[in-house]
């Protein structure tokens, strides 16, 4: 059966060439633009080197620290990053989590060179703890992360990545040698292969304890790290987040404190994570995701609305057809089911051309479509393509073939079906 019409779907494409291409091109469009906007979500959102945890990992990245007067009234407010005694009070110690990592924000443009040579560079630059390693999964080509030893001893030890490697040193062969960063000299203890740059908590050209940066002695919460807890499964977000509200009720219940704290809604899995851009309010999740159900719907609605048209088209020329073979007994959900059946043919075609062009746009604009909002010292984004071809890519395309064909399709079947037979027979088109 399903051999008949797949044979019937070909025969009618070559009966009306022009109108089946145009049918299969508005399909591959739709499809197209919406394969292109789930493609840049996956690769943006999804597991990427080194960022492998990101679905069992949850964020905090600011903080609202607000001053207590004598009096215990409200004061003044900061918001931004954390505070190192902070991360090591009150967070560090969770104990729902499997690991908790903390690291500073990105330092752009900063100077790299070796002692006594002209190779110089720009570059990213981040501190980390230790426990940054277990989170963030590089892959190191020679060499190691530094220890809890070396963070606790404040050690000038830095991990560089293979590009600044052979910037600077015009080799990836460079454990134990001495860089500068920031004209700050550092013993290199690993090179690791580059970072994805979508990885935006994990990416830069060098990575170092920040132990060795001299913090000011506060009683303010605020500060300039974040924290990445990484739970032994998703199952463990509510423990863990139930433990966080649960500190920071009791940090705030110390009179002895200063401030009071608040996480505004953290911490963050990695969705609200991405879409946390401001320091002072948690993002409008209800507001994005209304976004994109209402630019998916457009990205559906618009083509299958014009498909219906040149559907209902051809099955003003297939009353005869259809009338006829119902007169020797087929029956109005036998015929509809052969007409979506052909028609979805037709869609599965203009799926997979759109598929395919989607893979071709998203692989050659990459280094556009995924700079972010900051300035690359890379040669550019090195986008694998296991990134963009998926089981769940495919079975987008799947599903974007059904309700595209089912929304242009069913109506205008349904109408000639339900035509007397006498009617269908006299209408010859």
Excluded at 35 to 53: A, D, L, Q, R
Excluded at 273 to 291: G, L
Aim: charged share 20%.
């Amino acid at each position: 059966m399903i051999k008949q019409y797949i044979k019937h779907a070909f025969r009618l494409i070559k009966e009306a060439p022009v109108l089946s291409t145009i049918m299969i091109l508005g399909t591959a469009l739709a499809v197209c633009m919406l394969m292109i906007k789930f493609m840049v979500h996956s690769v943006e959102t999804g597991s990427v080197y080194p960022e492998v945890n990101r679905d069992r990992t949850l964020y905090i990245s600011y903080i609202k620290s607000i001053y207590k007067d004598p009096e215990g009234k409200n004061g003044g407010e900061s918001n931004g990053g954390i505070a190192r005694f902070f991360v090591e009070e009150i967070l560090k110690p969770i104990e729902s989590a499997e690991v908790v990592a903390s690291y500073l924000f990105r330092q752009d443009g900063t100077p790299f060179s070796a002692p006594g040579s002209k190779n110089n560079a720009q570059g990213v630059t981040r501190g980390t703890d230790a426990q940054f390693w277990d989170v963030f999964r590089f892959k190191f080509i020679s060499g190691s992360p530094f220890t809890q030893e070396d963070f606790d001893s404040r050690l000038a030890k830095a991990v560089i990545d293979e590009d600044m490697a052979r910037k600077v040193f015009q080799t990836t062969d460079v454990v134990g040698r001495e860089i500068l960063i920031n004209f700050s000299p550092y013993t290199i203890v690993g090179v690791v292969e580059n970072a994805f740059e979508l990885a935006q908590d994990a990416y830069a050209n060098a990575w170092y304890p920040y132990s060795v940066e001299d913090f000011p002695e506060t009683t303010e919460p605020s500060g300039n790290v974040m924290v990445a807890v990484m739970a032994k499964s998703k199952a463990d977000f509510p423990e863990i987040r139930a433990e966080v509200e649960k500190r920071i009720e009791q940090f705030n219940a110390d009179k002895s404190r200063t401030h009071r704290v608040s996480l505004m809604e953290q911490p963050d899995d990695f969705w609200v994570h991405f879409n946390r851009s401001a320091s002072n309010i948690p993002p409008d999740m209800k507001e994005v995701n209304r976004t994109n159900i209402v630019s998916i719907l457009i990205f559906l609605l618009i083509p299958a609305i014009n498909l219906a048209a040149m559907t209902s088209s051809r099955m003003q020329k297939r009353y005869a057809e259809l009338g006829l073979r119902r007169s020797f007994g087929a029956t109005k959900g036998g015929l509809l089911n052969q007409v979506l059946s052909e028609s979805f043919i037709q869609s599965l075609l203009g799926g997979i051309l759109g598929f395919v062009l989607a893979v071709i746009f998203v692989y050659l604009s990459s280094n556009t479509l995924f700079q972010g909002n900051y300035y690359t010292y890379s040669d550019g984004v090195a986008l694998p393509v296991w990134n963009i071809i998926s089981v769940q890519a495919f079975l987008m395309v799947l599903l974007c073939c059904f309700v595209i064909n089912f929304i242009s399709t069913f109506i205008p079947a349904w109408r000639a079906t339900k035509k007397p037979i006498v009617e269908s027979l006299s209408l010859k088109k």
